[in-house]
C-alpha cells in the first residue's frame, strides 16, 4: 500500500534530497530546460511550480521565500522577471516533462524537464549569452 507516501526518496537522506532539489530548481530556472532522470524530473515538478506559483506576485516577501529555496540570486531574478511574466495567463502546470528513452551508462530512463512557455525564457537566455 502506498498510504501516506509523500515523496520518492531517491537513495538520499532528507538533506541531500533537499539539496538535490534545490539544485535542479536553480538549474531550471536559469536555463529553461534540463535533461535528468523521470524520478527526479517528478520531484523536481513539486518544487517548481509553487515557485513559479509564487513568483506571479512580484514582493519582498516572495522573493525572499523564494531565495530560501534557490541558491543563486541571478536565479531568483530570473524566476521573477523572465519565468512568471511568461506564465502569468496559466492556472498552473507550468511544467512539462518528456522522456528521453534510457541513459547508456546505468540504463536510468532520462527526461527532459521544461517550462510550458519556453519561447520568452530562452530568447532572454540566448540574448543573455549571445
Keep these: 500500500m502506498r498510504h501516506r507516501l509523500a515523496h ?3 537513495n538520499r537522506d532528507s538533506a541531500g ?3 538535490l532539489l534545490r539544485g535542479l530548481a ?3 530556472v536559469e536555463h529553461g530546460t534540463l535533461v535528468t532522470t523521470v524520478e527526479r524530473a517528478k520531484e ?3 518544487v ?4 513559479v506559483a509564487l513568483a506571479r506576485v ?3 516577501t516572495n522573493r525572499r521565500s523564494a531565495a530560501a529555496t534557490l541558491y543563486s540570486k541571478k536565479s531568483v531574478g530570473d524566476l521573477f522577471t523572465k519565468v512568471a511574466p511568461a506564465n502569468a495567463e496559466r492556472k498552473g502546470g507550468y511544467t512539462r516533462i518528456l522522456k528521453l528513452g534510457f541513459r547508456p551508462g546505468d540504463n536510468a530512463r532520462r527526461a527532459l524537464i521544461e517550462f510550458v512557455e519556453p519561447k520568452a525564457i530562452k530568447a532572454e537566455v ?3 549569452n549571445a
Design 17 to 19: 534530497r533537499k539539496a
Design 26 to 28: 536553480t538549474q531550471l
Design 126 to 128: 540566448e540574448a543573455v
Design 58 to 60: 512580484d514582493s519582498v
Design 8 to 10: 520518492r526518496k531517491l
Design 48 to 51: 517548481v511550480e509553487p515557485l
Design 44 to 46: 523536481l515538478r513539486k
